[in-house]
């Protein structure tokens, strides 16, 4: 029922920045969580930057102090700012969320983050 749409993926130098955007068909205000995750090819899906209501937010060991999260609630979106970038970012990265008084999972469709070496 609700849609994610990326955007913001793209091909950097190591060092570089993107900011990644998550656009929510609903108000951002009725999600308990909302995260970005991200998948190299042949490797399992891990999770780089979770939130909950609660304002918590964590990110895998190698991506802490490189990556922040944040939103705006009036658009409708939430975004992953990504500095410092390494070859090793290279995935495909996508946002997902849940909303109070659903029990599904809902994903984007995935935006492509190539960091040249």
């Known amino acids: 029922q609700v849609q994610l749409v990326e955007s913001g993926g793209g091909l950097v130098q190591p060092g570089g920045s993107l900011r990644l955007s998550c656009a929510a068909s609903?108000?951002?205000?009725?999600?308990?969580?909302m995260n970005w995750y991200r998948q190299v090819s042949g490797k399992q899906r891990e999770l780089v930057a979770p939130?909950?209501?609660?304002?918590?937010?964590s990110f895998v060991k190698a991506a802490q102090g490189r990556f922040t999260f944040s939103r705006d609630i009036t658009k409708n979106t939430f975004y992953l700012q990504m500095n410092n970038l390494k070859p090793e970012d290279t995935a495909v990265y996508y946002c997902?969320?849940?909303?109070?008084?659903?029990?599904?999972?809902?994903w984007g469709q995935g935006t492509q983050v190539t960091v040249s070496s």
């Open positions: 997902h969320a849940r909303r109070v008084g659903d029990l599904r999972h809902y």
């Open positions: 609903e108000s951002i205000r009725s999600f308990s969580e």
């Open positions: 939130i909950t209501t609660s304002g918590n937010t």
